[in-house]
């Protein structure tokens, strides 16, 4: 079906560290992804995108991966921050401008 | 600020009541999408609109829900007869033709009581 999903629903990262969340897709004909962020009581604001003919995209501190052989995607947050605590969903699209598909999030708790 | 604007942030109703919502793209967007968000989950896809055309529909909108676009910038999205399970956050996002990511509001949250 089209659906996103992700691996983990909590990851608890220590302040100053890396973070990597991830994520499987299951529609192998999604041609653009995008990861976006929640913050409590907001709408979802866009962090990072990359095209289906990319496998890394690298934006401030956030890298985006892209694996189409086991459609599989990661998104790498670089010295965790307070400000980084919110629930993250990795999203698809069939056409860079069509329905998003979002998966169930992780929430990310950082860790004094 | 120039990003998406929803109005109001929140409502409260009775069941069997009609709200209305509203949001307000982002300048020159000609791409306007709305979702819904209940707890713990993800938005899901309602409907969108390119311009004042509405193209696409969810199977989700029953036919209580009516979203219109009647000049091509604000849309509202009306739900009749609301019913407990349509308690969410409702989401508007829009995007443009040259850069067609799309950017969220901050969501109108409804309890039906």
């Known amino acids: 079906g089209e659906s996103v999903g992700l691996h983990l629903p909590t990851l608890s990262v220590q302040e100053g560290d890396n973070s990597i969340i991830n994520c499987a897709y299951s529609?192998?004909?999604?041609?653009?992804f995008i990861w976006y962020k929640q913050e409590s009581g907001k709408g979802p604001q866009f962090i990072i995108d990359?095209?289906?003919?990319?496998d890394k995209r690298q934006g401030q501190r956030v890298t985006v991966l892209l694996n189409k052989t086991v459609k599989h995607l990661s998104l790498q947050i670089a010295a965790t921050q307070p400000g980084d605590s919110a629930v993250y969903f990795c999203?698809?699209?069939?056409?860079?401008?069509?329905?998003?598909?979002f998966g169930k999030g992780t929430r990310l708790h950082i860790l004094p | 600020d120039t990003g998406v604007s929803q109005d109001p942030r929140h409502k409260i109703t009775k069941r069997g009541q009609n709200v209305t919502f509203r949001c307000d793209p982002i300048?020159?967007?000609?791409?306007l999408y709305w979702y819904r968000q209940t707890l713990g989950q993800g938005p899901e896809f309602l409907t969108y609109?390119?311009?004042?055309?509405?193209?696409?529909k969810s199977r989700l909108l029953s036919d209580r829900f009516s979203a219109e676009r009647p000049k091509g910038s604000f849309s509202t999205l009306e739900i009749q007869r609301t019913e407990q399970g349509d308690s969410a956050m409702y989401l508007c996002?829009?995007?443009?033709?040259?850069?067609?990511?799309?950017?969220f509001g901050p969501g109108t949250r409804l309890l039906v009581l």
């Open positions: 300048s020159e967007h000609n791409r």
């Open positions: 990359i095209r289906s003919n990319m």
């Open positions: 999203a698809e699209t069939l056409n860079r401008d069509d329905k998003i598909i």
């Open positions: 996002a829009s995007s443009s033709l040259w850069q067609e990511t799309q950017y």
């Open positions: 609109f390119q311009n004042e055309a509405q193209l696409e």
């Open positions: 529609n192998s004909a999604s041609d653009y």
